[in-house]
């Protein structure tokens, strides 16, 4: 069964509204999450790293007062797209380590969330 | 600039059919390869990988890693319908565990 929530699955919103994305650990805790984003026809690229109780790393590129990552517990990280443009619009997933991390645990993706911004 | 190219990025077979998908990287830092299914939504994991020349296995899924030639290979055998989807790559990478690079996959479709 699935081992990261993701809510919602699709949001639909106008252009320069906010939208709150929420990842969930099922049954396990995470400290790391990790936050990808998918548009049509491309690859998964990773925006960021959250971290529990601390700030996100953000990738190269990424706008971080745009892109607000929030991971206030250890199941819990929450993506914040603020001032949506129609540009935004994508498939948002996020990842967690199932076990403590290391070598040999891989991740575990949600179900993503696509943002339709209008 | 870290790269992770996968081919072909498109492949049509019959059910039956014997299918071998490629990937090559060159990141800093490599730590594993990883394969992953990608149907309508989230990835599911397939395999991963981190010693050279050790097979793994699933059923008819199978992968290797030549940390020589900086590749791997995914086999599936005897591909049924519900073997169709997105098949990607990504290489683990860097001081944090979980950063992963992606190939922009290749869209696998089996025909009946």
């Known amino acids: 069964g699935a081992v990261v929530s993701q809510h919602p699955s699709w949001v639909i919103c106008k252009s320069g509204t906010s939208v709150k994305i929420e990842c969930r650990s099922l049954d396990f805790q995470a400290t790391t999450m990790f936050w990808y984003r998918q548009f049509p026809k491309q690859s998964l690229m990773l925006m960021a790293t959250s971290n529990e109780g601390s700030k996100a790393t953000y990738e190269q590129g990424v706008e971080k007062d745009k892109f607000l990552i929030n991971h206030a517990s250890l199941t819990l990280s929450t993506l914040t797209v603020t001032s949506a443009h129609p540009e935004d619009s994508s498939f948002y997933i996020c990842s967690a380590f199932r076990d403590r991390g290391g070598y040999n645990s891989p991740l575990h993706f949600g179900n993503g969330t696509r943002l339709t911004v209008t | ?112």
């Open chain 2, 1 to 112: 600039e870290d790269k992770v190219v996968q081919s072909p990025l498109s492949l049509v077979v019959h059910e039956g059919d014997t299918v071998t998908l490629n990937c090559s990287y060159e990141v800093t830092n490599f730590r594993s390869l990883l394969w992953y299914k990608q149907e309508k939504k989230a990835p599911t994991f397939l395999f991963m990988l981190t010693s050279s020349g050790i097979e793994k296995k699933s059923g008819r899924l199978s992968s290797i890693l030549d940390k020589k030639e900086l590749s791997s290979i995914l086999n599936i055998t005897a591909t049924q319908t519900g073997d169709s989807a997105i098949y990607l790559c990504a290489a683990d990478r860097g001081s944090t565990l979980g950063r992963l690079y992606f190939g922009r996959g290749t869209q696998l479709t089996v025909w009946p």
